[in-house]
């Protein structure tokens, strides 16, 4: 029979780096269960060492491939490693199952990497605050470097970049026209720049597009300090470019570091994470009121009340209860 643990075992176990512990303190977090709480108030105060590093691409672009490839070069360097993979739930995805996206990851008897799905759908407009929220538990168990895979469909770009103090984005040829803003989105938010398939014909084209898109970015007045993101070429098929991205990911922590950028970073994404919570709990509390939500449509749809006051009206409620 499974015993239940206190919030003070459970963190000791996390802190302990125990996976059982971890795996339960983050089912607990995706749950919203108040023991997910309990435990990340008692971990919290021993985190903010792990490099939280983005990867995100369009669907299929080879992420997966790359985070393993990552996984080997961390591991061999004697690093507790953890994935976290964030199932976008949508049809954009073009049907993979969570089996098929984390399938590349062979690493099930390793106690030393821990491959976390998480399902995006289940969140409710939380994605920011459950994905960190989650990294959190794992950098309190010693898990450092902490991989975030996540789909990018060109849009939600910025919102990923705030996710992690380092964000790679891999592009991959053939996909076509139509991509452009694609690439300007990925140039502005990449801290690194993959591009991957390299062993296919038109991966040169690619990255020498993104290059001169780069160039144009360039802006005269930058300080000399700021950071370049570098392309890299990567082909799973000729095993090339893998530790070329390792290294670019550890010189751009080191350059955070240095020059303060770390700390900033820092700042972006806890106060995602806490203004994600607030959003997400709000319209929990105005949709629990249904009642007034009702009254206030109605009021709208009658033309009484206009719908910027009817939101005033919500929220004004909220605060009186
Ligand atoms: N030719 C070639 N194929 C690759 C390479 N890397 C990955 N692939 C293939 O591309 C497909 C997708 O690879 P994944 O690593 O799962 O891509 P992903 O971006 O994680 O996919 P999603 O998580 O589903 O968005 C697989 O069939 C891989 O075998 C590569 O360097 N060259
Ligand atoms: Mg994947």
């Known amino acids: 029979m499974r015993r239940r643990h206190s919030a003070e ?29 309990h435990v990340l108030n008692r971990v919290f105060p021993h985190t903010g060492t792990a490099h939280m590093i983005g990867i995100t691409g369009p669907p299929g672009a080879g992420k997966s491939t790359l985070v393993n490839e ?35 990851l062979e690493w099930h008897n390793e106690p030393d990497v821990f491959v976390r799905s998480m399902a995006s759908r289940r969140f409710g407009g939380g994605l920011a605050q459950h994905t ?7 950098d309190a168990a010693g898990f450092d470097p902490i991989f975030i895979e996540t789909v990018g469909t060109g849009q939600d770009e910025v919102g990923i970049a705030s996710l992690a103090h380092s964000t790679v984005v891999v592009q991959v040829p053939g996909l076509g026209d139509g991509v452009q ?16 398939k390299g062993d296919r014909p038109d991966a040169q084209a690619l990255a020498r597009d993104l290059r001169r898109l780069q160039t144009l970015h360039d802006r005269e007045d930058s300080p000399d300090d700021r950071w370049n993101p570098p392309i890299v070429m990567t082909s799973a098929i000729e095993q090339t470019g893998f ?10 922590k080191e350059w955070l570091q240095q020059s303060g950028t770390w700390e900033v970073r820092v700042r972006t994404m806890l106060a995602t994470e806490i ?47």
């Open 132 to 138: 960190l929220t989650v990294a959190h538990i794992f």
């Open 275 to 321: 203004s994600s919570r607030v959003q997400r709990d709000l319209m929990r509390r105005i949709q629990s009121q249904s009642v007034n939500q009702d009254a206030a449509i109605n009021a709208v749809l009658a033309r009484q009340m206009s719908p910027l006051a009817a939101a005033d009206r919500l929220l004004e409620s909220l605060s009186n209860r």
């Open 9 to 37: 075992e459970e963190a000791d176990g996390v802190l302990g780096g125990e996976i059982g512990a971890v795996a339960r303190a983050i089912t607990a977090i995706e749950n919203d269960l108040p023991a997910g709480h």
């Open 243 to 252: 530790d070329k991205l390792s290294a670019a990911i550890r010189s751009h």
């Open 181 to 196: 803003t694609l690439k300007a989105g990925a140039l502005e938010i990449g801290d690194i720049i993959v591009v991957s």
């Open 70 to 104: 990552l996984i080997r070069s961390y591991r061999a360097g004697g690093a507790k490693v953890a994935v976290l993979a964030i199932d976008p739930s949508s049809p954009l995805t073009g049907g993979a199952t969570l089996g098929d996206r984390i399938r590349m």
